[in-house]
């Protein structure tokens, strides 16, 4: 495994253990083909029958819609916990698809049939992602839970939400070795320099980059002053034009997908803070869309030209896990 390839698996569990400090409900995310740092931490550890030898402890939850389990368990005597993902059939895929697959018959009734059909391996993938060794909260951040949707106002936000995230020390190293080339380099597809406006466009670890029915890619700017949409105010209007016209214009030229078909929004409260805008297929119902937690960029860039300082004062709301740190300070603070 050479030198690029060793730092941005590592960065990749590093995203995993940032995201898992942060336990609101999305957290997307998912890392595709994590890496285990298998009994001692060696990276060039053979990865290949890393699960042969998986102890499994507990479901924590699965979804026959969203076609995924999540796996407590071990491995090596590591706590670990491995999803697992239904990958989508490719149109590309289908002539491999009819030809070399077996069909063994369910029912039949008049012209209709069912069939139970067994595809070729390589076309029959699972997408696995593996979080070991696991914390607790990496544990609980997968645990099917109760959530509570939250109205937090401005003063809310100054004087619980904010005190909360600055005693946690989230952190976004990750982002920034992104930022400065030191990890995920060969996946940037865009990136505009400018200290201001800029920010550099990759694609989420959730998209395999194999259709376009999922399309998801992630623009992070290069500024490190603003956390999250709270922070926005007029004066960074020029900043988010940027991010949309941009980000449009490089993800129809990369993969020829009109900006009609798109949808661009910010999430709060994020999984991360670090500001950064997601790019979405319209047809993908992806992690954390919802109105309780997606903003349309389009949106924003609107409130702040008619408010300058519209979500300075703005009541937000949006989800919370029971388990989550927050909740409790708004318990605390009475405001639940």
Same mark, same amino acid.
């Given at each position: 495994?050479?030198?690029?390839t060793?730092m ?6 590093k ?13 997307e ?6 890496? &285990?740092?298998k009994?001692?931490?060696n990276?060039d ?6 699960l042969?030898?998986f ?7 699965d979804?026959?819609?969203e ?14 916990? %491995?999803i697992?993902e239904k990958?989508?059939i ?10 070399n ?6 029912m039949r009734?008049?012209?209709?049939s069912?069939?139970?059909l067994h ?8 997408k696995?992602?593996?979080?070991c ?11 099917l ?7 937090e ?6 004087s619980i ?13 990750? %982002?920034?070795?992104i ?5 995920e380099?060969?996946r ?13 466009l ?9 259709q ?27 900043l988010? &034009? ?7 214009d ?10 009609t078909?798109?949808?661009v ?6 999984s ?7 790019f979405?297929?319209?047809s993908?119902?992806?992690p954390? &869309?919802?109105?309780e937690r ?9 409130n ?13 709301s ?6 989550d ?5 708004f ?6």
């Amino acid at each position: 495994m050479d030198s690029n390839t060793k730092m941005a698996a590592s960065e990749k569990r590093k995203r995993e253990v940032a995201d898992g400090n942060n336990e609101t409900e999305g957290q997307e995310e998912t890392l595709k083909n994590a890496v &285990c740092n298998k009994a001692g931490g060696n990276d060039d550890a053979p990865s290949e029958f890393l699960l042969s030898g998986f102890e499994t402890k507990a479901i924590l939850r699965d979804s026959a819609r969203e076609k995924n389990i999540f796996v407590h368990g071990k491995i090596d005597d590591q706590e670990a916990v %491995v999803i697992l993902e239904k990958t989508p059939i490719r149109e590309d895929s289908l002539s491999e698809l009819f030809k070399n697959s077996r069909l063994k018959l369910e029912m039949r009734n008049d012209i209709y049939s069912t069939f139970h059909l067994h595809p070729p391996p390589q076309l029959n993938e699972i997408k696995t992602t593996v979080v070991c060794p696991a914390t607790e909260k990496h544990v609980k951040k997968y645990l099917l839970q109760e959530t509570f949707l939250l109205e937090e106002t401005g003063e809310d936000y100054r004087s619980i939400t904010l005190p909360f995230i600055q005693s946690q020390s989230f952190s976004v190293q990750w %982002v920034y070795n992104i930022l400065e080339k030191k990890a995920e380099a060969d996946r940037i597809i865009y990136e505009d320099p400018d200290p201001d406006v800029g920010f550099v466009l990759l694609p989420d670890f959730k998209w395999d980059q194999k259709q376009h029915d999922d399309l998801y890619l992630i623009a992070i700017v290069h500024r490190k002053d603003i956390k999250s949409l709270r922070d926005l105010t007029s004066e960074h209007i020029p900043l988010l &034009c940027n991010i949309r016209r941009r980000g449009e214009d490089a993800i129809l030229k990369r993969y020829g997908f009109p900006a009609t078909k798109l949808r661009v929004y910010l999430h709060y409260q994020p999984s991360y803070y670090h500001l950064h805008v997601h790019f979405t297929s319209l047809s993908y119902d992806a992690p954390g &869309c919802g109105v309780e937690r997606a903003h349309l960029l389009s949106d924003v860039i609107q409130n702040l030209q008619n408010e300058p300082q519209y979500y300075h004062t703005r009541t937000l709301s949006f989800p919370l896990r029971a388990d989550d740190g927050l909740l409790s300070k708004f318990k605390d603070a009475a405001r639940l």
